[in-house]
């Protein structure tokens, strides 16, 4: 029991170092909302590694230490929508089975943005927002593709350490 809260307490603080990291980067291609999303590589890694509540509490703590620490109370609704939704769609897509490690990041990182634009035309209560859909969408393609190729090359290091 102890081990498996210091290796959960281990993998919150590597995906806010992570979270971090990626707010000091200026990256986004000048559209606003799309980052890398490179603490999801930490979330993807623990569903395979974790029961799934030890992943979404893992989720949950990153996305609001970060919003406190490095952001604000607007960054980390938006980011509960994305989190919350892309964490369920990954969960669902990983129990269904048939699906590589690649294709469930890949519908995190859609269903993320999906979550968050619901907040977004929620908040700003005007639907032409949601023509921001597409490129949000292939944002969120390109980076869960990311994620998850990354997150597929870690996993075999992850869980040969994890043996010993």
Partial sequence: MTKRVAYCAMLTALAMIFGYVEALIPFGFGIPGIKLGIANIVI????????????????????????????????????????????????????????????????GGVSHNIGQLAVAVLTVQNVRIAFYAPVLLIAGLLTGCLIGMLAYRVKPVIDKVGRH
Avoid: D
């Avoid at 490095?70 to 939704?85: H, P, Q, V, W």
């Fill in 44 to 107: 993807v890694l623990a569903l395979y590694m974790l029961p799934a509540y030890q992943a979404l509490l893992i989720q949950l703590a990153r996305i609001v230490l970060v919003s406190f620490l490095f952001g604000n109370m607007a960054m980390m609704i938006y980011s509960l929508a994305g989190g919350i939704l892309s964490f369920f769609a990954m969960l669902l897509l990983k129990k269904a089975k048939g699906f590589s490690i690649t294709g469930v990041s890949i519908a």
